[in-house]
């Protein structure tokens, strides 16, 4: 099998093999598998040298392009451990489309999917211990591309590094489901049209950080962006994109460049669908969102994104004022999707629109 992929495989020996972390204390990213999948691009060769290998560091020169000038894109996806103990992936193909996608836009190399995904579920398969057994605990899996030419120029890198490395991971959030504060910031931006918002790339988040440090500071754990030129249209939040219902209605921001189109986002507009409910992808701005929780008519927020699936929002905090939504609660529709996505991930429901695929 590992032949046919092209892929090497240099197994880590077994008395070498890391002692299992203590599966109700996973937290996020903290812990990495045994191995690891790697493979490398050059202008000659293409994509060679891909091998699944022991989890390693990188010997890097310093002058590598990805250190000064973040060249350098990501995903995120997750294995599930699910119906008699099966492993499933969500909509892996995707996610390495949409990697394609950013890579157009850095200038970088396109990925083989089909190959790439094959690769992936090969590794999980030989890592399937390391997919948690606890309720909601999944193995995160971060593909990452890196601009590895040692050479000051501004200019795109004429040698890459794709890998994925995987981690076990509890809930995202450390509250748990219940609902969160959000900062809604009118000062600071994250992208603009035109931009790279749109491109899951590493600049985004260093980008990112002040203004989440300051939500941090006002009891916040995430923070809810407007548009770059008014300031007054809802964008999307931390690494989640954003849904409001007001009188029965789905509302999310449209995809005009500037936000991240999210995995989750997609699924949740058509599973919502699906059940009759009435889905708008359109502007809302902030003042339509506070007038709306005002009258009475907001009835939910959550966020929506594959670290926590959807994420409820009980906050909000605007302009030194705070808005309570649903009374802090968890709305009605974020539990239901909640519940059906992950039953759908973990193969317990009939998978409609064919996202899941089976591993081993
Ligand atoms: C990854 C990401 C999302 C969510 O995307 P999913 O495919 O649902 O995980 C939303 N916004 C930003 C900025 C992101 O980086």
Partial sequence: MWEDLGVALEKVDKDKLKKKP????????????????????????????ARICPYQDFQLNPA???????QAIFEGLKAYRGKDDQLFLFRPK???????????????????????????????????????????????????????EPMLGVKPSSSYYFYI??????????????????????????????????????????????MSEIAKKAGCTQVLWLDA????????????????????????????????????????????ASWGIDVAERRISIDEVL??????????????????????VGELFYQEQHYIINNGKTGELAARLYTELQAIQNGYREDPFNWVVRVG
């Fill in 94 to 148: 995707d996610n390495f489309e949409r990697m394609n996608n950013s890579a157009l836009r850095m200038c970088m190399p396109r990925l083989p999917v089909d190959k790439v995904v094959s690769a992936l579920k090969a590794m999980i398969y030989l890592e399937k211990e390391w997919v948690p057994r606890t309720e909601g605990a999944t193995l995160y899996i971060r593909p990452t591309m890196i601009a590895v």
């Fill in 165 to 210: 490395i995987m981690s076990p991971v509890g809930a995202y959030y450390a509250e748990g489901c219940n609902p969160t504060k959000i900062y809604i910031s009118d000062q600071y931006v994250r992208a603009v049209k035109g931009g790279v918002g749109n491109v899951k790339t590493a600049g985004n988040y260093a980008a990112s950080l002040f």
């Fill in 291 to 312: 007038e709306a929780n005002g009258s009475g008519r907001l009835q939910e927020v959550f966020g929506t994104g594959t670290a926590a699936v959807i994420s409820p």
């Fill in 64 to 70: 590598c392009m990805v250190f000064h000038y973040g």
């Fill in 229 to 272: 030129c008014e300031h007054k249209y809802v964008e999307e939040v931390g690494t989640s994109n954003i849904f409001f219902r007001i009188d029965n209605q789905l509302i999310t921001p449209p995809l005009e460049g500037s936000i991240l189109g999210g995995l989750t986002r997609d699924s949740v507009l058509k599973l919502a």
């Fill in 22 to 49: 203590d599966p109700d204390k996973l937290g996020f990213g903290v812990h990495f598998t045994d191995h690891m999948f790697l493979m490398k691009w050059n202008k000659t060769d293409g994509w060679h040298d």
